[in-house]
């Protein structure tokens, strides 16, 4: 019977392949296809039309051919370049911040194992469920003049008129806000990393004599580089991009429409009229992303290959 | 059809997406219609572009418990609205303010100046006119610095949370704001019903009543519009007719005042109304509507302007502008460097038609 069948198949291999692979194909693009449809939709042909449009001139409804005027005029534009000072700022002190909070976080996740570590990271990640929209409201509320829960504490304190949602205080107050969202996530994601760590390393270190918190930095995130680069890349991203919540604190303290460079390409093209030069400015700060990206992801693998890993603080 | 606020309405009209209308409605019944005022809201050049529906005039919204409490009696004038607040801040506990201005809402400021019969910026045969430096704007801004300075009124900002708790728990005595927020402050403050009343803005010169406008809305017949005389005598009836301003009033909760023919229907649309107190508000805020009688054209570039004041002002609080009035200067420079920025060539400065 094998031999029959043997046979029969190695006749019929090479047309099978053949067809097999097609069909496989078919099927493949089938199942991609809800993704491929609102991939090329909703991705692709917005940044399709963005590039078009950010070649053309407008006023109005009338758009003319400019070539690339409106990236001449970004260059020349100091609001543009001045709204990278919020994400300058959370880059370099949010980011790294909540990196090292939520990789000590991750630690004790993986120490508390047995006593509630679960409940602990359920609590942590909730904030990450929750939009940013509405999480900017509700902030909105905690930060504002007459409902603060901080209110009465203040009066306590001799600032009974002070306010706490000033302009000068936005960029701590954002800071708090990132944190607070994104820290526990960022903690489940390093923990995952974490545990996938062969527990013989710790264990050596431990009869070697190494404390929790040698074991923990000397030991454990050298492994997790890998992780953090990817992490840091990603709020790298967000940073850059941020929007949600000082748009939402817009509602309490007057913050100039370049605010951030998000919120300077919305209020360009919905609160001044101009599409195709927002259009522009958009291009712009994906490239600008790409490249701070690309630059981190660069330096970072080399890094691991040259195995420039043990000074780390 | 497009439903534009009044301010940004000349932003279409000047870019290209309303086409005139005159053709089937002239500029005589227009004017007929709406009243000479409306024509700064709907027209550029005598180019009629639609119909005006909701007032925009300030009113005078007051807390009756608050005003009853510490003996204030309701102003009829600037000065008697100054000495009212002096003597609620001399009485009233620290939490409880007696009026805050927004920090931002050019609308509201330029409003201010229109109530006391000026106004900074304006369009005619073909040019833009911007001169907020004028003797009127000059004196409004003056006057409202030294009552910051004296600390009788407050800045802060508006439509927030915040705003609107002040109103509900009834923390902010006087509020003074487009007619149509009764309408706002029935549905964001309802703990506070029966509590509020309505009056005429105190004015700046008694012996010459007059009022500013806050907002409103027009309905605009569009360029794409593929049926122009349809829409054009559906915008008119819509706005004027007394069926359809009998039914926008039952069933919009917007002032539709702006047509002389609201006096048609008045006394059946208004009456008693028990979140005032059955106070008749209707009457009040048509009283306010008719002192709005001098008009001028919106600048094209009404967010930009918005923009400028809204952080100025905010110099202002935080002490990085030491005189109120010298907003005003900057304030100019800011607009006329975005209608630069903009392209408008057209532009007159410090001179108003």
């Known amino acids: 019977m094998d031999e029959i069948t043997n046979e029969m198949t190695d006749k019929m291999r090479p047309k099978k392949k053949m067809n097999k692979k097609t069909v496989a194909s078919i099927k493949a693009y089938l199942f991609l296809a809800p993704f491929l449809l609102v991939f090329i939709t909703m991705v692709i042909y917005p940044i399709a039309l963005g590039v078009k449009l950010s070649l053309?001139?407008?006023?109005?409804?009338?758009?003319?051919?400019?070539?690339?005027?409106?990236?001449?005029?970004?260059?020349q534009d100091p609001r543009f370049w001045e709204s990278f000072r919020i994400p300058l700022f959370l880059l370099t002190v949010q980011v790294p911040l909540m990196l090292f909070f939520a990789l000590i976080i991750a630690f004790f996740y993986e120490k508390m194992e047995k006593h509630g570590g679960k409940l602990y990271r359920f609590i942590y990640y909730l904030p990450h469920t929750i939009p940013a929209i509405v999480t900017g409201i509700v902030w909105s509320y905690i930060f504002s003049d007459?409902?603060?829960?901080?209110?009465?504490?203040?009066?306590?304190?001799?600032?009974?008129?002070?306010?706490?949602?000033?302009?000068?205080?936005?960029?701590?107050?954002?800071?708090?806000?990132?944190?607070?969202?994104?820290?526990?996530?960022?903690?489940?994601?390093?923990?995952?990393?974490?545990?996938?760590?062969?527990?013989?390393?710790?264990?050596?270190?431990?009869?070697?004599?190494?404390?929790?918190?040698?074991?923990?930095?000397?030991?454990?995130?050298?492994?997790?580089?890998?992780?953090?680069?990817?992490?840091?890349?990603?709020?790298?991203?967000?940073?850059?991009?941020?929007?949600?919540?000082?748009?939402?604190?817009?509602?309490?303290?007057?913050?100039?429409?370049?605010?951030?460079?998000?919120?300077?390409?919305?209020?360009?093209?919905?609160?001044?009229?101009?599409?195709?030069?927002?259009?522009?400015?958009?291009?712009?700060?994906?490239?600008?992303?790409?490249?701070?990206s690309l630059y981190v992801l660069r330096n970072a693998t080399k890094q691991i290959l040259t195995g420039e890993t043990q000074e780390l603080p | 059809m497009l439903m534009v606020e009044y301010s940004y309405g000349p932003q279409f009209m000047d870019l290209g997406a309303f086409q005139p209308i005159n053709r089937w409605l002239s500029e005589k019944n227009f004017r007929k219609l709406y009243g000479e005022a409306a024509m700064g809201w709907c027209a550029m050049d005598g180019e009629i572009y639609g119909t005006p529906q909701d007032s925009g005039a300030m009113a005078m919204f007051y807390r009756k418990d608050l005003f009853d409490q510490y003996g204030l009696t309701v102003p009829k004038t600037r000065k008697d609205f100054i000495e009212q607040g002096r003597k609620f801040k001399k009485a009233a506990p620290p939490n409880?303010?007696?009026?805050?201005?927004?920090?931002?809402?050019?609308?509201?400021?330029?409003?201010?100046?229109?109530?006391?019969?000026g106004k900074v910026c304006?369009?005619?045969?073909?040019?833009?006119?911007?001169?907020?430096?004028?003797?009127?704007?000059?004196?409004?801004?003056?006057?409202?610095?030294k009552w910051f300075d004296e600390g009788t009124l407050d800045l802060e900002m508006w439509w927030n949370a915040d705003w609107y708790n002040s109103l509900n728990e009834g923390t902010t005595a006087v509020l003074e704001i487009g007619c149509w927020f009764a309408e706002w402050l029935r549905y964001n403050a309802p703990d506070s019903e029966g509590k509020w009343r309505v009056a005429i803005p105190p004015q700046w010169n008694p012996a010459k009543p007059h009022n500013g406008m806050i907002g409103g809305s027009g309905f605009y017949v569009t360029s794409h519009s593929k049926n122009p005389e349809a829409a054009a005598i559906f915008a008119n009836w819509l706005n004027s007719h007394p069926t359809s301003l009998k039914c926008l009033h039952n069933y919009s909760n917007l002032p539709i005042m702006v047509s002389t023919r609201?006096?048609?229907?008045?006394?059946?649309?208004?009456?008693?109304?028990?979140?005032?107190?059955?106070?008749?508000?209707?009457?009040?805020?048509?009283?306010?509507?008719?002192?709005?009688?001098?008009?001028?054209?919106?600048?094209?570039?009404m967010s930009n302007v918005d923009e400028s004041i809204g952080l100025l002002i905010q110099d202002y609080v935080d002490g990085k502008i030491k005189r109120f009035a010298d907003i005003l200067p900057r304030w100019e420079r800011e607009v006329i460097n975005t209608m630069k920025e903009f392209g408008y060539s057209n532009v007159v400065i410090d001179k108003l038609p």
Do not use: C
């Open chain 2, 96 to 117: 409880l303010k007696y009026f805050a201005a927004p920090i931002g809402n050019a609308m509201w400021w330029i409003g201010q100046v229109w109530e006391a019969g």
């Open chain 1, 56 to 75: 053309y001139g407008q006023r109005g409804a009338r758009m003319w051919y400019i070539g690339f005027q409106n990236f001449a005029t970004i260059f």
């Open chain 1, 146 to 292: 007459s409902m603060s829960p901080f209110r009465p504490v203040l009066d306590i304190l001799g600032f009974s008129g002070a306010k706490i949602l000033a302009r000068s205080n936005l960029p701590l107050i954002l800071l708090v806000i990132i944190l607070w969202a994104f820290t526990g996530y960022t903690a489940f994601i390093i923990y995952s990393s974490l545990i996938a760590i062969p527990k013989a390393f710790s264990e050596q270190a431990q009869l070697d004599g190494a404390t929790f918190w040698q074991i923990a930095f000397k030991i454990k995130m050298p492994l997790l580089k890998g992780v953090l680069i990817t992490l840091f890349i990603f709020n790298a991203i967000g940073a850059i991009q941020v929007f949600n919540e000082p748009w939402m604190l817009e509602q309490l303290v007057i913050l100039p429409s370049n605010y951030t460079p998000a919120m300077y390409i919305y209020n360009s093209a919905f609160a001044q009229g101009r599409f195709t030069y927002a259009a522009a400015m958009g291009l712009i700060l994906a490239l600008i992303t790409f490249l701070i």
């Open chain 2, 122 to 145: 304006d369009y005619s045969d073909g040019n833009w006119y911007i001169d907020f430096t004028n003797p009127v704007a000059v004196e409004v801004f003056e006057t409202w610095g």
């Open chain 2, 262 to 301: 609201y006096e048609e229907v008045i006394d059946e649309v208004t009456g008693p109304d028990a979140f005032f107190g059955g106070q008749n508000i209707g009457e009040t805020l048509w009283d306010a509507h008719q002192l709005v009688n001098t008009t001028f054209v919106a600048l094209p570039i």
